[in-house]
């Protein structure tokens, strides 16, 4: 009998790990043989654990999963039973390119991954020019998937024209957004999936040697990296000597030590390099001159794991989903109060308001949505006024909103708002890299203002708008730069919360 | 009673492996730190004269980072998610009423040793959140009954 449960870092936070043991225990007292895959997450994370069980070629799910469900769960009769999961609504009504794989198969399997198309893009890729891959990657119209949306293929196409002894791959897995794990699930559920997107990006722009800066936080992640790279050097998937072409990539996996900032490419490459994490200014381009001075790619994860399916499938084929200039999918992640959480892949386009009360189900409280946070800690609070948005990068922009990494976390209405425009400074302050005055003690003062606001004083209100106008203009990075965006919308949106006490009296 | 500082010999063995990556700063950092649970003062001299920089520049690195420690922590470390989507879902009040019950503020060990509270921005568990993580071990959907029997493993 063969039997699916995920080891991805959600369902074991779920209890995936006791749901395994006594499926063990249960197969035992019922003289079953139990074939146990560990897997990735499908993503529907209020199911987790969601165990899968093979009948006649169909994996039919049960969710979510405790120990007491394991006998039920092999011998058929029990409640949790969902149906085939690929037929599921969330599963049916996703576009899986980026994450086709991921809660499928056996993340390190090598032999699984092929089974299900990986390779088929590196191999394509290994027939052709540097010139001819970075064409491809522009033709998909792929833009960075880690939030300032940048076209990826005119950042390769840079590195590819720099001229230099040595050019690097780097890959951020620094995800440090709140609402966000797209990247982890990835990389936890699919990890040759970026491997191969690296050794494709390695070709395209020149590069023989790549790393992935990973953050602390998942220690998860960093194990399947790890063990996952070490299986495709093995393989000859990375090497001297890539897949018998002759052409050389490896790779190396290297942890982050806390920093939120570090996130940010350039404070990534000081870190990288063992430097204290602050940002450089530019120019130079980290395509110029990035890690150790010499030409770089910077990409998220997501951009680099979507790069085998625009090579399996064809730049066009990518390119046909989307809306206006965000072309392909967005892996949109679905987080906080919300009934139904996780991760749904699908065309650009999709409004914030079927996601929030279509797909998550409204909140897990039951009360009301006040406020959607979309795009990390950097990005506004949107009312539900603002549900019409279609989600791209121009459309929500337009709605004052920002998709960065494509993270929505909802809030119901018993949030405090000013209290979350509290915690953007406040976070702002404690994660500040310290290189501009505005950033570094314009958070602190934030806090310090919107302490006064809350304690009923108004005129505090007009010197917070201009504090926030002072952080926008006068930061180096997006992180003084962009946290007056989240308190902006707490005061542009939710005013009537400004002055709780005034109002009052 | 704390344990003997290690010796300089027994550093160079744990940095030796990176001498020659590219960066390879953080990798000695955190090798040193996985094996004594900080960076000892002892280090510091070794790593500085490996890498050939200046205790000075050494020091703005480690103390850049929260990750590293001059100081040991507790027996075991138990990290709070206090990110927004754990917000979202009583996250804030789940970590005040945990500190508050140690007797703690962030970043304290209470007062057996058992465990170190230090607080996090996210643990990618935002779609199963409260979130937390003691040791290497992740938890989704925690709450004040949840949190009992966890300090209670871990003998707090
Ligand atoms: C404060 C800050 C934090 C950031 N954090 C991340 C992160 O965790 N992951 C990421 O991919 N990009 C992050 N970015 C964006 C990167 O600077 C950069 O744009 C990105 O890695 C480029 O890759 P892409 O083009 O594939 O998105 C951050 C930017 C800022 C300003
Ligand atoms: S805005 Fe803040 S984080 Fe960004 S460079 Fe300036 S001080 Fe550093
Ligand atoms: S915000 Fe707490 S786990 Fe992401």
């Not at chain 1, 018998?244 to 390099?273: K, P, Q």
């Not at chain 2, 063995?13 to 953080?26: D, H, Q, S, T």
């Not at chain 2, 002892?42 to 050494?58: D, G, P, Q």
């Amino acid at each position: 009998m063969k039997v699916y449960v995920p080891m991805d870092s959600a369902a074991k936070a779920l209890g995936a790990e006791a749901v395994v043991a006594a499926l063990h225990a249960a197969a035992r007292d019922a003289g079953i043989a139990l074939e146990l895959v560990r897997t990735g997450t499908r993503g529907m994370i209020w199911l987790e654990p969601l165990v899968e069980v093979e009948i006649d070629g169909l994996r039919h799910g049960y969710g979510p999963a405790a120990p007491e469900d394991a006998g039920a769960i092999l011998d058929g009769t029990s409640q949790k039973a969902l149906g085939p999961v690929e037929e599921l609504d969330w599963m049916a009504r996703q576009t899986r390119l980026t994450f086709a794989r991921v809660g499928v198969i056996d993340p390190l399997s090598l032999e699984d991954y092929v089974a299900h198309g990986g390779l088929a893009g590196l191999r394509r890729a290994l027939g052709m020019t540097g010139a001819a891959i970075v064409e491809e990657v522009t033709a998909s119209g792929l833009r960075g998937r880690g939030g300032a949306g940048f076209p990826t293929g005119i950042k390769w196409k840079t590195v590819h024209e720099a001229q230099a002894p040595q050019k690097y791959i780097v890959c951020n897995a620094d995800e440090g957004d709140s609402g966000t794990f797209a990247d982890r699930m990835l990389m936890e559920g699919d990890p040759f999936t970026l491997i191969e997107g690296m050794v494709i990006a390695g070709l395209g722009v020149g590069a023989t040697r790549g790393y992935v800066y990973l953050r602390s936080e998942y220690p998860d992640a960093i194990r399947v990296m790890r063990r996952a790279v070490e299986i495709a050097r093995k393989e000859r998937v990375l090497g001297a000597d890539v897949l018998g072409s002759g052409r050389a990539f490896d790779m190396e996996i290297r942890v982050g030590a806390g920093a939120y900032v570090c996130g940010e490419e350039t404070s990534l490459l000081n870190s990288l390099e063992g430097k204290r994490g602050v940002v450089r200014a530019k120019p130079p381009l980290p395509a110029l001159e990035g890690f150790l001075g010499r030409p770089t790619v910077v990409n998220n994860v997501i951009s680099l794991a979507t790069v085998p399916v625009i090579f399996e499938k064809g730049a066009q084929h990518y390119a046909d989903f989307g809306l206006g200039r965000s072309r392909g999918t967005v892996t949109l992640q679905i987080a906080g109060n919300v009934a139904r959480g996780g991760l749904f892949e699908t065309a650009f386009g999709i409004t914030l308001g079927e996601v929030v009360e279509g797909l998550a189900g409204g909140t897990a409280s039951g009360r009301p949505v006040k406020a959607v946070q979309v795009g990390g800690p950097l990005g506004a609070y949107l009312p539900a006024s603002k549900f019409d948005a279609p989600l791209g990068y121009e459309e929500l922009d337009a709605k004052g909103g920002l998709l960065g990494h494509a993270g929505m976390v909802v809030f119901d209405d018993t949030a405090d708002m000013m209290s979350m425009a509290r915690f953007a400074m406040e976070f702002c302050a404690i994660e500040s890299c310290g290189k501009c005055t505005p950033c570094r003690i314009g958070a602190v003062r934030g806090v310090e203002t919107i302490d006064r606001i809350r304690q009923g004083d108004g005129e505090a209100v007009p010197l917070l708008r201009d504090l926030c106008e002072t952080m926008k203009d006068g930061s180096l990075c997006a992180l003084g730069g962009l946290t007056p965006l989240p308190v902006e919308s707490v005061l542009d949106h939710f005013a009537d919360e400004a002055l709780p006490r005034r109002e009052a009296a | 009673m704390s344990p003997p500082l290690p010796a300089s010999d027994e550093i160079e063995a744990i940095i030796a492996p990176y001498r020659n990556a590219e960066g390879p700063l953080l990798p000695m950092l955190h090798a040193v730190q996985d094996a004594f649970g900080h960076i000892p003062e002892t280090a510091h001299r070794v790593i500085a004269e490996a890498l050939n920089i200046s205790r000075a520049e050494l020091h703005g690195v480690i103390s850049f980072y929260h990750d590293f420690r001059s100081q040991p922590a507790g027996r075991h470390v138990l990290k709070i998610c206090r990110a927004e989507a754990c917000q979202a879902v009583g996250g804030a009040a789940l970590a005040d009423a945990t500190l508050k019950r140690l007797g703690l503020e962030w970043h304290g060990t209470t007062r057996n040793g058992a465990v170190t509270v230090e607080p996090v921005y996210c643990l990618g568990l935002c779609a199963c959140a409260p979130a937390a993580m003691l040791d290497d071990r992740v938890l989704g959907r925690v709450d004040d009954a949840r949190m009992t029997t966890l300090l209670a493993e871990a003998g707090a």
